[in-house]
């Protein structure tokens, strides 16, 4: 049994297979051993987020439920207060389902898909074919619920024998969508209204996909709309996911360490609603940055790059850009202070993993709250 850390292609993975001995993840364990329906969800963004939410959701409802996976505990290690009754809500990642065998999840959704984790997996092939197989083991019984807006994860999503559930925000015609700013889920053919998509404190195109999602699932599992709606309008992001560290003259400063590939660093900030001075770069993944080179390029007031990834991340802004190089978090930070205007933000949205520079996104998101916490310690003497 692998952690999901060790890749299958590992000398001691490789010989076990060589003399008929079975290998399998973590995650393939936890299912093994777990009496529980299991929930899973995966995508490059958001599926923490979704996972809380919906955690939120069933615990608003009544229901109870585990949370587990890639977002905190192993499954394995929760099985012990898993029942047949009892949904389990499993964030999992690429690396897990690597390593799966029978794994079948009674509902499993794939967010969305963009380049990631290009240095573990040898192309972006390999890694959609290891995300597309949460879908491998279900049956017609089973139901996979798919961002119809997102082209990738909709093309996974025929793998699938399951029953299919399509969200979007704009397609009237999805399963569930927006519909004259409402959030709106359809099931059994009986259309319901939660609540307006606006009383989600998230902005962004991309957080009101995964929200569908979320809301879609909890309905399937029977909560109510009115529990739904509660868990909508009290949801608080966790640390280092668009955290607010605190303002300085006017300044916001905001803590998206999380946000650890291009798409997921691109997407929000591309939901900014205010002048931002961006903080970008840490260890290169291998993803491209082009697109997230465009949005730097035009958006941000300045741009501070930082980490190992510094360089491609420039050429991808183009050479009549102008961005300003750090050589810590620490001092990027003080000078974002100097360039941001009051009523401005300040916000790190890395699109790199920490691990040039920190010991994880975790320790890099400290880092940033203790520099601007002690930044404005210095302001106020």
């Keep these: 049994v692998s952690s999901p850390g060790v890749a299958f292609d590992h000398a001691a993975l490789s010989e076990a297979h060589t003399q008929g001995i079975e290998t399998f993840g973590t995650l393939e364990l936890g299912y093994r051993l777990c009496p529980a329906p299991i929930i899973a ?25 585990i949370l587990a996976g890639n977002i905190g505990m192993p499954l394995a290690d929760e099985v012990v207060r898993a029942r047949p009754d009892t949904p389990a809500v499993v964030e999992v990642s690429s690396f897990q389902l690597e390593g799966i065998v029978d794994f079948r999840p009674r509902v499993a959704s794939i967010l969305n898909l963009a380049p990631d984790h290009l240095d573990r997996h040898p192309s972006l092939r390999d890694y959609v074919e290891a995300k597309a197989r ?12 798919i961002n119809g807006e997102d082209a990738l994860a909709g093309e996974l999503s025929a793998t699938s024998r399951a029953t299919t559930l399509t969200v979007a925000v704009d397609y009237a015609q999805a399963d569930a969508a927006i519909r004259c700013g409402m959030i709106a889920v359809s099931l059994w053919g009986e259309g319901i209204e939660i609540c307006p998509a606006g009383d989600f404190p998230l902005r962004g195109r991309h957080h009101l996909a995964n929200l569908l999602v979320a809301a879609t699932i909890a309905r399937l599992l029977g909560a109510a709309p009115a529990a739904i709606a509660r868990a909508i309008r009290g949801y608080r992001p966790p640390e280092h996911h668009m955290e607010v560290a605190g303002e300085i003259a006017g300044v916001t400063f905001i803590n998206d360490s999380k946000a650890s590939n291009p798409a997921a660093a691109a997407a929000d900030l591309g939901a900014m609603d205010r002048p931002f001075v961006a903080i970008v770069g840490g260890k290169d993944k291998g993803a491209t940055f082009t697109a997230l080179g465009r949005l730097l390029a035009e958006r941000p007031r300045a741009v501070i790059l930082i980490g190992e990834a510094a360089g491609r991340i420039a050429e991808a802004m183009g050479a009549d850009a102008a961005p300003e190089r750090a050589t810590s978090l620490e001092d990027a930070i003080r000078r974002a202070a100097e360039l941001a205007e009051s009523g401005d933000a300040v916000i790190m949205a890395p699109a790199c993993s920490s691990f040039d520079m920190f010991d994880d996104y975790a320790h890099r998101g400290r880092v940033f709250r203790e520099t601007v916490a002690m930044l404005a310690s210095e302001r106020t003497r």
């Excluded at 490059?44 to 069933?58: E, H, I, P, S, V």
């Excluded at 949460?134 to 619920?145: G, K, M, S, V, Y």
């Design 134 to 145: 949460i879908f491998e083991n279900q049956r017609p019984e089973d139901f996979a619920i």
């Design 41 to 65: 969800i995966t995508g490059t963004n958001g599926k923490g987020t979704t996972c809380r939410l919906l955690a939120d959701m069933l615990a608003a409802a009544g229901i109870e439920h």
